[in-house]
């Protein structure tokens, strides 16, 4: 951490540890959370990791909080089991919603990557994604993204290939496709059509929260602090 030191004259209060790997191995990131510590007492941290690796690490997780673990990145992409096998996952919406559990009993906030659209999913695909949400509290989740976001063909991806032999086309190498074009399912297609069509607004809808939540914080009455909360927890539901 002294090139870190040296690099920013000590002025950081948070690392994220951009390494995929990281919390592979439990034991490692558990030593280097330990020396991060010692050289910059206070300092906390957040990373990146996979659902399964969540679950398997559980034991290190309690110590990695105590020593400034703040928040965790999971790539829970998806509620539904079809679409996890299509996206190459390796892991079950089962463990995925373990892995949510973990992070919620020892207080540890998530970092959610979700991909709620893809060209093969199904309405029942989009169902199970819902259930999964209200299920873990996923839809209190802010940001709100994750409701819109979709599969992207980027160049040089496997997926792409795999939508050109689907689609029965090349994509030009310049411009990533419409993501709607990509969908199959009419059904699909329509539910995408209506969540984009919302879209516009989630983002004052977010900063409304945000700020009700932000003004709960200031000296208020119990009575008008409930209040406030109430709207915070109403404008989340929505």
């Given at each position: ?26 034991r ?21 990791t ?35 096998v ?7 919406a089962?463990q ?66 795999h ?7 090349t ?9 709607r074009?990509?969908?199959?399912d ?34 208020l ?18």
């Amino acid at each position: 951490f002294l090139e870190l030191d040296a690099r920013s004259g000590g002025k950081y209060e948070h690392i994220y540890f951009l390494d995929a790997n990281f919390f592979v191995n439990a034991r490692r990131a558990v030593a280097i959370a330990e020396a991060l510590q010692g050289a910059k007492p206070g300092t906390t941290f957040s990373f990146a990791t996979r659902a399964n690796q969540v679950v398997k690490g559980r034991p290190y997780l309690q110590r990695l909080r105590d020593l400034g673990l703040r928040s965790i990145e999971i790539g829970i992409e998806s509620g539904s089991d079809a679409a996890l096998v299509r996206f190459a996952k390796d892991v079950t919406a089962a463990q995925n919603g373990e892995a949510l559990n973990i992070l919620r009993e020892l207080g540890i906030k998530l970092g959610l990557d979700f991909i709620m659209f893809d060209a093969e999913a199904s309405v029942g695909d989009l169902r199970q994604n819902l259930e999964f949400f209200a299920g873990y509290d996923l839809d209190t989740h802010i940001p709100w993204e994750s409701y819109f976001n979709y599969m992207t063909p980027y160049l040089g991806t496997a997926i792409r290939g795999h939508y050109e032999r689907l689609l029965g086309t090349t994509f030009p190498i310049d411009t990533l496709p419409e993501p709607r074009s990509l969908i199959l399912d009419p059904g699909t297609r329509r539910i995408f059509d209506e969540f984009h069509r919302l879209c516009s607004t989630v983002g004052d809808m977010a900063t409304a929260v945000t700020t009700l939540e932000t003004v709960c914080l200031e000296p208020l009455s119990e009575r008008e602090r409930a209040r406030r909360l109430m709207n915070a927890v109403s404008l989340r539901r929505y």
